[in-house]
Each structure stands twice: as structure tokens, then as C-alpha cells.
């Protein structure tokens, strides 16, 4: 990556951190200034943009339950809303052409239609990072709107085939074959330790799998989230992600660096640009009472809807196909370019307001909600708990069993991962599903007796949020929460939190004072 582009993205990235904005909107603004000033991208960028999303495809599949996929919500709510919305562009584009639009006018229903099919996607790359930040790619709505990105993805692979006529080699049948080398694959995870060999390891079938679907005529980044979600239910899944994460955000930047460089927009295309954002809310409610209609939670609609509620980079492929063909002017190639820039960043700021949403229109969004619950949204509840810990990753389950050694059956532990509760609960734990930020959870719930509350969440502004939801549902005991760094421990004591423990400094006085019994004792 040339320095030029580092530099830019620096700079804007750290300006937009600073007025608390997600940084990708600092990258996306700094490829169209670059783009400005003239700067040409170098076929680098383009290499890095294609690595961060070849990554991307594998991390989540490292994170992805295929039976997620199966789900009737899923699948049929992807189907639906797609038809929904490529019959609402299509009508549209065809009245505006009666009206002789510019850029309109020349289209006729076929074109309009596939117009509508572009803009039906949402986009991966943009909500995974939403998603990731907010720690809620576990949660009942990050599931629901993961699986209905890969049903997208599977959509357009077959689009693409149809679309170029590149039918797939009668090798591809051979890709079955994946099946019988699992556990040949998740050996190599294994045997490939804790250091640098685990990340090198991620690359290689990361980009292994998609040479391999290449190869056999399917679009590689599928085989990039196919090798990944062979290794979902590895022990080492989520080690091998974590270190792959840093990478992978960085070589993102280059695919929002690579937007920006599609093509200088005219004062016309921003505002026709603009124009089509303006489409997001409807497409939001489309999302919200197709899942609401399958009986999904309103919450679980509103937050799914929501995240999914932008364009995709992938709507850019088709759009370029139509342009190859000359269904489409060139310039629909630029503006469909600043829509789905100007998606992410409609996206990236209301989703940081997506709980506080939630709460404010609480009532009004359960109106919609079916009087039938889904099984997975049937909670249990804590009987006679005296302290509760929220999230059961590695230091809120050591709090759990530490705490369940002193008072037994007093302690629940909960977590919004359905996976990792029944692993515990296999463990003979004492543990609920249930998302903490979910403000119907603690209004439905019995805290009178509860006297500690403890949020082993790595999220400052989930455990600020969460604080706030107890104290509205009428939590009177006490909270605690855990921190990575001194000023985000003061935060969050500013906040109200009774009692902030710093695990990086803490954790090392812990260890002190019991290897201190060895010689005491």
C-alpha cells in the first residue's frame, strides 16, 4: 500500500473518529478526494481490497452455523424481500421514465428489473464491520442478518452464471470432496499452534478455497466462506479469527480506499445518489415486516432490518454487467458507486443509535410483533439468582466458576451466543440465552432478588447502554463491568458503574497474590 493512501486514510479516519463516527466513512472520503486530486489507484489496491474481502467471507464462515442457513426466516425472508424490492425499483423506474427523467427515460422493464436486483443486496463488508464493533455477530439479530448476507451471496453466484453464461466445470462436482478432508483440515489448524504459523494458516485456506472455486468456474469468495464454515465448529475457530482480525481490517481499507475510485461524480449523479438513499427506510421496512411476518421478535426485526438497510458493492457487478451489455449509460456506474458509499455512512451512524431507537419506540414496535414465539425466542428465566454474569467468553466464565464455588445455585450466567450456552450447559453450568442489550429481556424479568449484576463484555458502550436499561427496568443492586484500558475504566465509573475491574493490570495482582500462597501456605 503507497504511502499516499495511508496517509489520507489516517487522516480521515482519524477525523471522523474524532466526531465519534464509525472510521469507514473517513476511508470511503479519502478515496474520493484521492480520486479528486488525481491520484490514480495502483493494481495494489485493488489486490489488498480483494484479500480484505476474501478474509472477510472466511471469518465468517468461521462464525457460522449452517443451520442458521436453514432457517425458515432466513431463507424465505432473503427470497421474499428480494422480490418485494425488485418489483418496487422496477415500478418505480418505469414511472419516473413516463416522466422523462434524465438517466430514466432510455429504460424499459427488463433493465429495470435487474436495476432493482442490484440494489436488493446489502453489503457484507459493511455490515460484518457494524456488526463486529458492536460485538453482535452472535446475537439472535446478527445471526438472522449474517445468514441473510451468505443467502445473498449463494443469489449471486448463481446470477453470475446465468448473467455471463459461464456455466461451472463438471469438476466442480469434485468440491463434495471437501466433505471427506474436514477432518484433514482441521488437523492442520491444530498442529499449526498459537504464534504466526496460526494466521499464516487462515491465509492459506482463506485463499486456498477461493483459488480452488476459481478454478472450477464458482466465484472464489464463496470457497473463502465454505472453508471457513468447514472449520465453524473447530475448537480453534475463534482463536484463528482473532488473529486474523487485524489483518483483515486493514486490508478492508483498501476496498473503501478502491470506491471512492470508480469514476468522478458530476453535481447530478451525487443528487440522484442521494436520491436513491432516500429509498433506505422502505427498504428497512420491507426487512421489518417480512421478518416480523415470519414471526420473528420486533426487536429482532427492527435491528436485523436495520443493519441490512444499505447497498451492497456487489449491486456495482451487475450494474457493470448491464453497462458491458449497454442496457445501461456508464454513468449508473457512477452513481450506484456513491450510493453505496452514501449507504454505508446512512447506515454506520444510525445503527451506533439502534438500541436507543429500540427504547424510545419500544411499544410501538411490538405492536407488530406475532403473539406466536419462534422457539429460539423463548427465554428462561434466572430463578432465586443472587448474582448474574453477563457474557460467558474466557473471563466472564473464570468470574462464573469462581463465583459458583462460593455461592452454588445463586449464580446464572447469560449469554446472546446460542452455541456457546449449550456447550456450558453440557458442562453442568448454570446458564440462559439472552442478549443483554435487549431492554424486553430485563422488563420481563424478576430482579428484586438479584444483588450483583456483573457485564464481562468487551463493548464500553454496550456495558454504558445495558447500565441504563437495568436502571429503567428498576434494578436496584449492584453493577459491575470489566475493562481493557484505564480511560475506558474511568468512563465507565463516571457512568454509575459501581465497580470497574481493569483485567490487563488486575489480573496480574490476582496472579501475585495466589502464587503468593504457594509460599505462604
Given at each position: 500500500?503507497?504511502?499516499?493512501?495511508?496517509?489520507?486514510?489516517?487522516?480521515?479516519?482519524?477525523?471522523?473518529?474524532?466526531?465519534?463516527?464509525?472510521?469507514?466513512?473517513?476511508?470511503?472520503?479519502?478515496?474520493?478526494?484521492?480520486?479528486?486530486?488525481?491520484?490514480?489507484?495502483?493494481?495494489?489496491?485493488?489486490?489488498?481490497?480483494?484479500?480484505?474481502?476474501?478474509?472477510?467471507?472466511?471469518?465468517?464462515?468461521?462464525?457460522?452455523?449452517?443451520?442458521?442457513?436453514?432457517?425458515?426466516?432466513?431463507?424465505?425472508?432473503?427470497?421474499?424481500?428480494?422480490?418485494?424490492?425488485?418489483?418496487?425499483?422496477?415500478?418505480?423506474?418505469?414511472?419516473?421514465?413516463?416522466?422523462?427523467?434524465?438517466?430514466?427515460?432510455?429504460?424499459?422493464?427488463?433493465?429495470?428489473?435487474?436495476?432493482?436486483?442490484?440494489?436488493?443486496?446489502?453489503?457484507?463488508?459493511?455490515?460484518?464491520?457494524?456488526?463486529?464493533?458492536?460485538?453482535?455477530?452472535?446475537?439472535?439479530?446478527?445471526?438472522?442478518?449474517?445468514?441473510?448476507?451468505?443467502?445473498?451471496?449463494?443469489?449471486?453466484?448463481?446470477?453470475?452464471?446465468?448473467?455471463?453464461?459461464?456455466?461451472?466445470?463438471?469438476?466442480?462436482?469434485?468440491?463434495?470432496?471437501?466433505?471427506?478432508?474436514?477432518?484433514?483440515?482441521?488437523?492442520?489448524?491444530?498442529?499449526?499452534?498459537?504464534?504466526?504459523?496460526?494466521?499464516?494458516?487462515?491465509?492459506?485456506?482463506?485463499?486456498?478455497?477461493?483459488?480452488?472455486?476459481?478454478?472450477?468456474?464458482?466465484?472464489?469468495?464463496?470457497?473463502?466462506?465454505?472453508?471457513?464454515?468447514?472449520?465453524?465448529?473447530?475448537?480453534?475457530?475463534?482463536?484463528?479469527?482473532?488473529?486474523?482480525?487485524?489483518?483483515?481490517?486493514?486490508?478492508?481499507?483498501?476496498?473503501?480506499?478502491?470506491?471512492?475510485?470508480?469514476?468522478?461524480?458530476?453535481?447530478?449523479?451525487?443528487?440522484?445518489?442521494?436520491?436513491?438513499?432516500?429509498?433506505?427506510?422502505?427498504?428497512?421496512?420491507?426487512?421489518?415486516?417480512?421478518?416480523?411476518?415470519?414471526?420473528?421478535?420486533?426487536?429482532?426485526?427492527?435491528?436485523?432490518?436495520?443493519?441490512?438497510?444499505?447497498?451492497?458493492?456487489?449491486?456495482?457487478?451487475?450494474?457493470?454487467?448491464?453497462?458491458?451489455?449497454?442496457?445501461?449509460?456508464?454513468?449508473?456506474?457512477?452513481?450506484?458507486?456513491?450510493?453505496?458509499?452514501?449507504?454505508?455512512?446512512?447506515?454506520?451512524?444510525?445503527?451506533?443509535?439502534?438500541?436507543?431507537?429500540?427504547?424510545k419506540y419500544q411499544r410501538k414496535i411490538k405492536h407488530f410483533e406475532s403473539r406466536q414465539r419462534l422457539?429460539?425466542?423463548?427465554?428462561?428465566?434466572?430463578?432465586?439468582?443472587?448474582?448474574?454474569?453477563?457474557?460467558?467468553?474466557?473471563?466472564?466464565?473464570?468470574?462464573?466458576?469462581?463465583?459458583?464455588?462460593?455461592?452454588?445455585?445463586?449464580?446464572?450466567?447469560?449469554?446472546?451466543?446460542?452455541?456457546?450456552?449449550?456447550?456450558?450447559?453440557?458442562?453442568?453450568?448454570?446458564?440462559?440465552?439472552?442478549?443483554?442489550?435487549?431492554?424486553?429481556?430485563?422488563?420481563?424479568?424478576?430482579?428484586?432478588?438479584?444483588?450483583?449484576?456483573?457485564?464481562?463484555?468487551?463493548?464500553?458502550?454496550?456495558?454504558?447502554?445495558?447500565?441504563?436499561?437495568?436502571?429503567?427496568?428498576?434494578?436496584?443492586?449492584?453493577?459491575?463491568?470489566?475493562?481493557?484500558?484505564?480511560?475506558?475504566?474511568?468512563?465507565l465509573l463516571e457512568h454509575g458503574i459501581d465497580h470497574v475491574f481493569n483485567f490487563y493490570t488486575e489480573?496480574?495482582?490476582?496472579?501475585?497474590?495466589?502464587?503468593?500462597?504457594l509460599i505462604n501456605g
Open positions: 500500500m503507497e504511502f499516499i493512501w495511508v496517509l489520507f486514510a489516517f487522516i480521515c479516519g482519524l477525523g471522523v473518529k474524532i466526531l465519534k463516527l464509525p472510521p469507514l466513512i473517513g476511508f470511503l472520503a479519502a478515496g474520493f478526494f484521492l480520486n479528486y486530486v488525481g491520484i490514480k489507484p495502483a493494481e495494489s489496491l485493488d489486490a489488498l481490497a480483494d484479500l480484505g474481502i476474501t478474509l472477510l467471507l472466511f471469518t465468517i464462515g468461521l462464525k457460522l452455523n449452517i443451520k442458521d442457513l436453514l432457517k425458515r426466516e432466513v431463507w424465505l425472508g432473503t427470497g421474499a424481500h428480494m422480490l418485494a424490492w425488485t418489483a418496487f425499483i422496477c415500478f418505480l423506474v418505469i414511472a419516473l421514465g413516463s416522466l422523462s427523467l434524465a438517466y430514466f427515460a432510455a429504460l424499459d422493464w427488463q433493465v429495470a428489473a435487474m436495476l432493482g436486483f442490484a440494489l436488493s443486496f446489502s453489503s457484507t463488508v459493511c455490515i460484518v464491520k457494524l456488526l463486529e464493533e458492536a460485538g453482535e455477530m452472535k446475537t439472535r439479530h446478527g445471526k438472522v442478518a449474517i445468514g441473510v448476507l451468505v443467502m445473498q451471496d449463494i443469489l449471486a453466484v448463481l446470477f453470475l452464471v446465468m448473467a455471463t453464461g459461464k456455466v461451472p466445470s463438471i469438476f466442480a462436482l469434485g468440491l463434495f470432496g471437501l466433505l471427506l478432508i474436514k477432518p484433514l483440515i482441521k488437523h492442520l489448524v491444530q498442529q499449526s499452534g498459537h504464534g504466526e504459523l496460526l494466521p499464516l494458516t487462515g491465509f492459506f485456506l482463506a485463499l486456498g478455497g477461493y483459488e480452488l472455486f476459481e478454478l472450477v468456474g464458482i466465484k472464489g469468495d464463496l470457497g473463502a466462506l465454505v472453508m471457513g464454515l468447514l472449520l465453524s465448529n473447530h475448537a480453534k475457530a475463534a482463536e484463528l479469527n482473532k488473529a486474523l482480525l487485524s489483518f483483515k481490517d486493514l486490508f478492508l481499507i483498501g476496498f473503501f480506499l478502491s470506491i471512492g475510485f470508480t469514476a468522478l461524480p458530476t453535481l447530478e449523479m451525487i443528487g440522484l445518489a442521494l436520491l436513491l438513499c432516500l429509498l433506505l427506510p422502505i427498504k428497512f421496512l420491507m426487512f421489518f415486516f417480512v421478518f416480523t411476518g415470519l414471526r420473528l421478535r420486533g426487536r429482532t426485526a427492527y435491528l436485523a432490518g436495520l443493519a441490512l438497510s444499505n447497498f451492497s458493492e456487489f449491486g456495482l457487478i451487475v450494474v457493470a454487467l448491464c453497462v458491458d451489455n449497454s442496457w445501461l449509460p456508464k454513468e449508473w456506474l457512477v452513481i450506484l458507486a456513491l450510493a453505496v458509499s452514501f449507504s454505508f455512512v446512512f447506515t454506520s451512524v444510525l445503527y451506533r443509535y439502534a438500541h436507543q431507537g429500540y427504547s422457539p429460539e425466542d423463548v427465554y428462561l428465566q434466572p430463578l432465586e439468582a443472587r448474582v448474574l454474569v453477563v457474557g460467558l467468553g474466557r473471563v466472564g466464565k473464570g468470574a462464573f466458576l469462581a463465583l459458583a464455588d462460593v455461592l452454588g445455585e445463586k449464580v446464572w450466567g447469560m449469554d446472546a451466543d446460542r452455541d456457546r450456552i449449550e456447550r456450558q450447559k453440557k458442562q453442568g453450568m448454570q446458564v440462559m440465552l439472552g442478549d443483554a442489550e435487549d431492554a424486553d429481556l430485563w422488563d420481563n424479568m424478576d430482579l428484586s432478588a438479584m444483588e450483583l449484576i456483573l457485564l464481562a463484555l468487551p463493548s464500553v458502550e454496550d456495558i454504558r447502554h445495558i447500565h441504563d436499561q437495568l436502571r429503567n427496568a428498576g434494578y436496584k443492586g449492584q453493577l459491575a463491568a470489566i475493562a481493557r484500558y484505564e480511560d475506558e475504566r474511568q468512563e489480573a496480574g495482582t490476582g496472579f501475585a497474590e495466589e502464587s503468593l500462597l
